[in-house]
């Protein structure tokens, strides 16, 4: 029998499922029947894949799991998440497309950071940049600054007001430590707010009662050059417990195709934190944590030349410096506290506050930026069929910028304020059978004054082994600083004489409105049989004001542009995904995404970087991904993971080049030779030698992804 804090080594657990025994790893909040998991793909390449593919023991048992022990398979199903209402949910009973990413399937897939793991969602894009940059987006709309889809880690939001995106690169928390990542495709703006658009990804990490002893992880590899996590946790009173970690990383460059050499982009890392939890009487939880970090990164970039400079004459006549050696210093640090308190009769309150500051100081722009943000929630029953969810927020960002000739912010700081409230009423119009939930966030921010953000969500439970579910939910993504007030070097261009070049901006415009959707989604989740479970989604997106590039001035395409808000578009597709257990010792997972984008200018846009081809082209049409894990006696396991994904017709706005598809091989073979004790050896992009994943901007020097090969040893103390 596992115990509580036993360790990440744990022995297998067995389930019986009507008096059979599947042998599989400890079932950890999140990882029931409708987590998403999948393996429809297997169905076809099962025979294929035997001879080549394994099952490993999933990380960590760290909680009680006695309970799970004889329990059939659909009843796994009252597994719970929390980022669809913010409360918990059934997985089987949620009316919105959710995945998600357990603890355990972080540990098998053989990745090393938080944006590599979610290649495993459906209807999630990844693709690298470069060592230390990701497009990461859900249901189109990837970009290097991709601004839909909004981010938080326990909680807390951790998307950059500059632009509405995330600095991937300053979220390599320990991965030993995530307990699940829910993953939301779709609207959740009328829970979360603006910016969670097209989906919410929240980081769950894992109380410290289930951190207990001591932990080191270490590896090394030709890309990942070096890695290391050192965690211990200890119980501090009968009521309280509490962890502390240390992490280093060191990750080589990718290469730059146009150099003919490395990229010049490698990065370390180094990040220390803290958590504590504690129970403080009846219904009363706690907690309070917090953490630091400091990257030193590398990158090579483009930069225009300031031509009144007498030293830019060597970059004449177009001013543009390529490839130049760049810095990146990224740190911040941040403390959050959380109380919660259970009534008796039912209900919650829980009030949560957390301090964040971060610094990145690059050659084009040094900014920081410090955020306080105060939120409240309230559950309650009412009228016996009816449960209110309610809350208020509060949010006070300051900004300061150090502006350079390339990138400027005018003002160089400013205070912005947003105040929120949300009301959520969930209806039971059958006991046990139709759901019908209806809500709304209603917020006031600095740039566009007041917005609604409602949605409507019916799920019906045709059985224990069937649900089906339909939502439609309006959702903004609200102006950052950038389109608000930057002013961006776009292009240098030589005029004949005697007239000098033509520096060319990219203008704020504190007139940019809020980008608009109005989504419709429909999905449904069966599970025919002891050993296997589907889950589908389908939706309808419709989108407003979509950002533009618009010009000023004259006709001439030699010409400032302004950021305007002149293009609509629609989407639609499908998710898929499955999960199957062909044998006792092999589990197949799987999905498969279907995504069709289509956007047109406003018959008044005077748009000049072709904007609707860049948000038609910047996202693949097809993914799919397949996982194979088989366990091939009591201490070896042996993992097969493989990714297609679809090609790029338009990933950049200044460069019109395409990326083809790739197919990209990662394996993992692991063993225990003692209690507590793990060696594994992980490759990944095994099937070439190095592929481009995506473009950036013309500032970005474009860089390919190589293979990679590490080893690591996990000791448990």
């Not at 290649?119 to 249901?139: E, F, H, Y």
């Not at 943000?373 to 509060?394: P, T, V």
């Amino acid at each position: 029998m596992i115990k509580a804090g036993q360790g990440l080594f744990s022995e297998n657990i067995r389930l019986r499922w009507r008096g059979r025994h599947y042998l599989h790893g400890r079932p950890g909040r999140g990882s029931g029947i409708w987590s998403g998991h999948a393996g429809l793909a297997g169905v076809v390449c099962a025979v294929g894949l035997m001879a080549a593919t394994g099952f490993a023991v999933p990380a960590g048992a760290m909680e009680p799991v006695e309970k799970y022990m004889d329990l059939p398979l659909e009843d796994l199903m009252t597994l719970q998440v929390v980022s669809v209402s913010r409360k918990r949910q059934q997985l089987g009973e949620v009316a919105s497309a959710v995945f998600v990413i357990t603890r355990e399937d972080i540990h098998r897939s053989g990745v090393t950071t938080i944006p590599e793991a979610l290649r495993m969602a459906p209807g999630i894009q990844v693709a690298r940049i470069d060592a230390n940059k990701w497009v990461i987006a859900s249901r189109g709309f990837g970009s290097q600054f991709s601004n839909k889809l909004l981010v938080m880690i326990d909680g807390r939001t951790v998307y950059s007001p500059s632009y509405s995106g995330v600095y991937w690169d300053a979220r390599d928390t320990v991965l030993e430590d995530i307990d699940r990542i829910e993953v939301i495709r779709g609207p959740g703006a009328s829970v979360w707010g603006a910016n969670a658009v097209n989906g919410v990804i929240n980081i769950i990490t894992r109380n410290a009662s289930e951190t207990r002893g001591g932990l080191m992880v270490a590896g090394a590899g030709n890309e990942e050059k070096a890695f290391a996590t050192l965690r211990y946790g200890a119980a501090l009173t009968d009521r309280v417990d509490g962890r502390l970690y240390l992490k280093f990383t060191s990750r080589d460059s990718s290469y730059a195709p146009l150099l003919g050499e490395d990229g010049g982009d490698d990065w370390q890392g180094l990040r220390t934190g803290f958590r504590i939890d504690g129970r403080s009487g009846a219904g009363d939880t706690w907690k309070l944590q917090g953490d630091l970090y400091s990257n030193d990164e590398n990158q090579r970039i483009n930069l225009w030349q300031d031509p009144a400079d007498p030293a830019s004459a060597t970059y004449a006549p177009f001013y543009l410096a390529r490839a130049i050696p760049d810095d990146i210093d990224a740190s911040g640090g941040n403390l959050l506290g959380r109380w919660e308190h259970r009534f008796s009769g039912g209900g919650s309150a829980s009030l949560q506050v957390y301090y964040d500051r971060t610094r990145r100081a690059e050659a084009f722009l040094t900014q920081t930026n410090d955020t306080l943000d105060i939120d409240f929630n309230h559950r309650f029953g009412m009228s016996g069929n009816q449960e209110i969810i309610w809350g208020l927020g509060y949010r006070y960002i300051r900004d300061d910028f150090d502006n350079t000739f390339m990138v400027s912010f005018l003002p160089d700081s400013r205070d912005v304020d947003l105040f929120s409230a949300f009301v959520q009423d969930e209806i039971e119009l059958m006991p046990g059978a139709l759901r019908l939930t209806l809500g709304s966030k209603f917020e006031h921010n600095d740039y566009t004054g007041f917005e609604i953000q409602p949605t409507a969500r019916l799920s019906w439970l045709i059985s224990r082994r069937s649900t089906a579910w339909g939502a439609v939910s309006r959702a903004v993504r609200t102006p950052s600083r950038l389109e608000d007030s930057a002013l961006i070097i776009s292009q240098i261009v030589p005029l004949p004489p005697p007239s000098g070049p033509a520096v060319l901006y990219v203008h704020g415009d504190n007139d940019f409105s809020a980008e608009k959707l109005i989504a419709w989604e429909l999905g449904y989740r069966h599970q025919p049989c002891e050993n296997f479970s589907l889950d589908l989604a389908l939706f309808y997106n419709d989108y407003d004001d979509l950002q533009t590039f618009e010009q000023l001035g004259s006709g001439s395409l030699v010409a400032d542009t302004r950021f305007g808000n002149g293009m609509r578009a629609h989407s639609y597709g499908l998710e898929l995904s499955v999960d199957w257990w062909p044998l006792q010792w092999w589990r197949l997972q799987g999905n498969y995404s279907y995504l069709d984008i289509s956007a047109t200018l406003d018959a008044s846009s005077r748009d000049l970087v072709g904007s609707p081809q860049m948000v038609s082209g910047s996202s693949p049409m097809n993914q799919f991904s397949i996982r194979s894990l088989m366990n091939l006696g009591e201490h070896v396991d042996f993992d097969l993971w493989v990714l297609m994904v679809d090609r790029l017709e338009r990933p950049s706005y200044f460069w019109e080049d395409q990326v083809d598809g790739y197919v990209s091989v990662n394996a993992r073979l692991a063993w225990r030779p003692w209690k507590n004790v793990e060696l594994s050896l992980v490759g990944q992009n095994l099937a070439d030698d190095r592929h481009l994943e995506y473009i950036g901007e013309n500032l970005i020097v474009r860089t390919e992804v190589e293979r990679s090969v590490y080893g690591m040893i996990c000791l448990e103390f």
